[in-house]
């Protein structure tokens, strides 16, 4: 079978499982065990559709029996065992990925059982404890590293055995809780434990390892807590449609919901996910407009740089004002602190400066893109590496695996360097931690630092892994974690669903905001605000006649709004309701007497309403008014023009052809050249026109034909038309 077929069987029967149809998924599984020849699983499934016929017969024959919810329940959990089972042998068999081609040469390279591997990892921490009481000295650091290696060896065919493993039966999963509960062990391996778990079951549904997660859940340890709950998000959102069949599941995750740390902490991953979303649009922004702007004022920074500064007692530590005008001339400096601020918020804006520094032989084995930060056997002993790793693991800046691309980015430099960078970087990560703690006081609100950095190395791992195109991006999958039933129950109460909320909105995911919006009014259906968030959310999503619905619903309870009044008025005025639009401009002009901008709109009313000198009354009162008197006289222009001004429509049109002119400005100073019989002029400008729009012709001439009645009233000939556009084409 190919890879295809093999996916389209599976889709197949989990959703007849899902919609009930068990005799679709009975024949669908028959199928596909008569390729493997199993015949353990063929008796299994065998056996489960006697059971279901027989249950069948009963219900026909109308025997009442009050355990058949219990019964049919059973039932359908073991049918998805036999499929997982059945999927699990037959991709191992076929599929190409990754994950199967490991399991195919997964007893050649582990042979030990899980058992062995904690045994042998045990006594190799013991050594290593040993050999640190030992004085200072070569052989001391010979045996770490040497003990060292071996430990991160154990540590990489642990988290092999696990994530390649079968479905666990109750002594598996007791081998690692144990080894989970004892502190004894390196918090290497148990993250790594933890993220072999997660990562199998993204490959197949495992009970004891979803049951493993949720021990974990309560571990004191953080790094392992935080790990255990973004596994635990990520294993629901996968199979939230079955997991009304395992109770112990179900159970444990009520017992969860009942911690108030526990909800505020998965409500703060969801956070992260979302902001995940950012990261890759942060990273092209950053290679595509911040650095080439940066690299093209680079030789100015140098012209800037005199030798005297760098001599000066102040020299090495103060920065030249001048960069700073030259970056705000450039247009970054907005960009600069949007980034920063996203920073500060826990966006991944590192991911762009590292993901060309996973080339490193560390990076070849998949546990290590897992792995928390900490010093490799190879600089174990090594004075300045341990100075320079302790850096790197106080910072909350990086994620583990960016910490280990700039840690080997760095290891071989001449220590002058190297003492440099350290000691810039050290000052960048204070700063950060101290803005930090005035930003964000409201810890209970704050993404957690190792959730934050753990999702970052999945996004790493998913988005960079050489290997990445066998597994499925659980950054690019459907649904939101939000609207995963299970989860929303976790978080329905209405505080963090509008701090999930306004993290939608505030980053421009108008879709899911509204979502979010539209489940709070649900419960708060008189809520002004919530009434004008979602009116935005539609609105930003094209849907004017909608948004329209809530603006005019928020204004019943909160009716003197400027905001809302101002909303209204414009959702009219794009809608082709000028008279309606007019109405509310007036409404909100009394609320703000001094803004231009409701001016100029009244002004458009009017335009659009044919009451072209009441328009240009509004129009002169913001040239007059405004600093920025250009912005009124495009529609005084118009409005003369229109109105049989051509003189005054020229002059203006002379001022606007002097301040960046555009297509259509210079299309009516045409028209104006025209009304006034100078044709020549007109065809100059016509000609502009087309240079700027990039010499359309079609694009013209549809500009131009929508203008031919004005042109008509302006009293030119409708013969003269035609002509016109001839003459302009030789012209060309």
Not at 65 to 93: C, F, G, H
Not at 364 to 369: D, T, V, Y
Not at 481 to 486: A, E, G, I, R
Not at 598 to 607: A, K, P, S, T
Request: hydrophobic share 40%.
């Amino acid at each position: 079978m190919t890879k295809q077929e093999l996916q389209d069987s599976f889709l197949n029967i989990r959703e007849a499982l899902e919609h009930k149809r068990l005799k679709k998924a009975f024949d669908l599984l028959a199928f596909l065990l008569s390729n493997i020849q199993n015949w353990r699983l063929s008796e299994q499934l065998t056996d489960l559709s006697d059971n279901y016929q027989r249950m069948l017969r009963y219900l026909a024959d109308g025997v009442k029996d009050p355990q058949q919810e219990k019964i049919y329940n059973d039932l359908l959990r073991s049918i998805y065992a036999v499929a997982d089972q059945t999927m699990l042998q037959l991709n191992t068999i076929h599929s190409p990925t990754c994950f199967y081609d490991n399991r195919r040469t997964f007893e050649m390279q582990l042979p030990e059982s899980s058992g062995f591997l904690v045994e042998i990892m045990d006594d190799t921490v013991s050594k290593i404890t040993l050999v640190d009481l030992l004085e200072e000295g070569a052989e001391k650091a010979h045996k770490l590293r040497n003990l060292a290696q071996e430990k991160e060896k154990i540590e990489a065919k642990i988290f092999r055995k696990i994530w390649l493993s079968d479905t666990w039966n109750s002594s598996e999963k007791e081998i690692w809780l144990k080894v989970l509960n004892n502190r004894l062990h390196p918090n290497t391996l148990l993250s790594l434990i933890i993220s072999a778990v997660t990562l199998s079951l993204e490959e197949t549904f495992d009970e004891k390892k979803a049951v493993l997660l949720l021990d974990a859940a309560a571990n004191k340890n953080e790094e392992i807590r935080q790990r255990a709950l973004t596994g635990i998000m990520l294993f629901i959102r996968r199979y939230d449609k079955r997991l009304f069949l395992y109770p112990n599941i179900h159970n444990r995750l009520v017992l969860l919901s009942e911690d108030r740390q526990f909800i505020n902490d998965i409500r703060n991953i969801i956070l992260q996910f979302i902001l995940s979303r950012e990261t890759e649009k942060i990273t092209r922004i950053i290679q595509e407009e911040i650095l080439p702007e940066m690299l093209k004022i680079s030789p100015k920074i140098g012209s800037k740089i005199k030798l005297d500064d760098l001599m000066s007692d102040s020299g090495f530590e103060d920065k030249n004002p001048d960069w700073q005008q030259l970056i705000e001339d450039a247009g970054l400096t907005d960009k600069l602190q949007e980034f920063s601020e996203l920073q500060m918020e826990g966006a991944d804006v590192m991911h762009s400066s590292f993901l060309h520094l996973k080339n490193y032989s560390f990076f070849n084995e998949i546990s290590n893109w897992f792995v928390p930060f900490t010093t490799r056997s190879e600089n174990s002993g090594k004075e300045e590496a341990g100075g320079f790793v302790k850096l790197l693991m106080e910072s909350s800046m990086l994620c583990n695996s960016d910490k280990y691309s700039f840690y080997f980015s760095i290891s071989n430099m001449p220590e002058m360097y190297r003492n440099m960078i350290s000691s810039q970087f050290s000052d960048e990560s204070e700063a950060v931690r101290e803005m930090i703690k005035e930003e964000l006081p409201d810890n209970k609100n704050k993404i957690h630092p190792v959730a934050r950095q753990y999702i970052q190395d999945l996004y790493r791992f998913y988005k960079l892994y050489p290997k990445r195109a066998g597994f499925e991006d659980i950054f690019g999958m459907k649904p939101d974690f939000h609207s995963v039933p299970t989860i929303a129950q976790f978080i329905s109460e209405p505080e963090n669903r509008m701090i999930i909320g306004e993290y939608y909105l505030n980053r421009n995911y108008f879709k899911e905001a509204a979502g979010i919006f539209d489940d709070l009014l649900q419960v708060q259906p008189n809520d002004a605000v919530l009434l004008e968030k979602k009116g935005y959310c539609l609105q930003m999503q094209g849907k004017l006649a909608e948004a329209l619905e809530y603006y005019r619903k928020a204004e019943l309870f909160n009716a003197n709004n400027s905001w809302t009044i101002k909303k209204i008025a414009h959702c009219y005025r794009v809608l082709k309701q000028p008279n309606d639009a007019l109405e509310y401009y007036r409404k909100a002009e009394q609320l703000n007497p001094d803004n231009l901008s409701i001016q100029l709109n009244i002004g458009h009313c009017h335009l659009e309403l044919k009451d072209y000198s009441e328009a240009l009354k509004c129009y002169f009162k913001v040239e007059y008014l405004s600093k920025n008197k250009e912005k009124a006289w495009r529609p005084i222009a118009w409005c003369s023009f229109l109105t049989g001004k051509y003189i005054e429509a020229k002059d203006y049109y002379g001022k606007i052809l002097e301040n960046n002119p555009n297509t259509i400005d210079y299309l009516n100073a045409g028209h104006t050249e025209l009304a006034l019989g100078n044709n020549r002029n007109a065809l100059n400008l016509y000609k502009s026109a087309m240079d700027e729009q990039g010499d359309s012709i079609e694009k013209f001439t549809e500009s131009f034909s929508a203008d031919i009645p004005d042109l008509l009233n302006a009293g030119v000939k409708a013969a003269d038309i035609p002509i016109i556009l001839d003459s302009l084409l030789y012209k060309l």
